[in-house]
């Protein structure tokens, strides 16, 4: 094999290496905190909304002041609701300090969702700014001691389901999510909190807490980009084999 064709083969390996890891290579993670980034005065607010689900239609919340049962005697926390009885609701602590109000007690840095009386669900919609590979943690708990909380919980990636639970405790056994998604720009992840298997919403206060991370600016590789570039790699291997008479052909 002359010098040129033997530069030529290792220029062809490094492209392909380099495709491979180009799509892989972390960046500075960008992370969005579900409880943190609530906004009791802004909806939209940056990459979040908050309104409610039922079925595939979104509904925006256009109401902060009538979360009639976080207000009932208690701390007032920032919240949306429905602009009809108050329900559903997205309210958080962000006081540093659990919050308590007569049946639920909320741990800090975490939301409470409420569905509404029909089982439309209460709903954090995350909308991903740029397209890459993103981290999705978190976990769904029960908050109200007096059901306890009965809820269906669901993390969905442009309405299809990523994950789906029930809960059916107060403050125990969460409903934990840890989820790698390829995702474009424009892509929504949205947190779902329906009235549950009971068909009621009362005492259904749901808390949610997390975190969505950008780990990778470019998405991973499919399983047709992985078997390309394998077969891409062989191909060169099949031809310095050829080329130094370790084969016949």
């Known amino acids: ?3 040129f064709k033997r530069i030529a083969l290792r ?14 290579l972390p960046m500075n993670a960008l992370a969005d905190d579900i409880a943190a980034s609530f906004s009791g005065t802004s909806n939209p607010n940056g990459t ?5 689900l039922s079925g595939s239609t979104f509904t925006l919340f256009q109401s902060n002041n009538n979360g009639v049962f976080i207000a009932n005697g208690c701390n007032v926390l920032p919240n949306w609701s429905g602009a009809t009885n108050g329900f559903p609701v997205v309210a ?8 308590s109000c007569i049946t639920w007690t909320l741990p800090t840095d975490t939301l409470i969702l409420h569905p509404d009386p029909t089982g439309i669900e209460s709903d954090v919609r995350w909308t991903a700014p740029s397209a890459g590979m993103y981290s999705i943690a978190g976990l769904f708990e029960g908050v ?7 809820t269906d919980v669901h993390v969905l990636l442009n309405g299809s389901s990523l994950f789906s639970g029930n ?34 919403y009362l005492f259904d206060s749901t808390g949610l807490a997390g975190s969505i991370t950008q780990v990778s600016s470019a998405a991973v590789p499919e399983p047709a980009t992985l078997a390309l ?19 016949s052909t």
């Open 167 to 200: 809960i059916s405790t107060y403050l125990t056994n969460p409903a934990v999510f840890s989820l790698l998604e390829n995702v474009n720009a424009g892509d929504t992840i949205d947190f779902a909190v329906g009235f549950g298997t009971d068909g009621n």
């Open 11 to 24: 220029a062809s390996l490094v492209a392909l290496l380099a495709a491979a890891m180009g799509t892989c």
């Open 144 to 150: 109200d001691s007096s059901g306890p909380t009965t």
């Open 92 to 99: 958080a602590n962000n006081t540093g300090s659990p919050e």
């Open 1 to 3: 094999m002359n010098s």
């Open 229 to 247: 570039l394998g077969t891409g790699l062989a191909a060169i291997s099949l031809r310095r084999k050829r080329k130094s008479g370790l084969i």
């Open 48 to 52: 979040w909304t908050y309104g409610s």
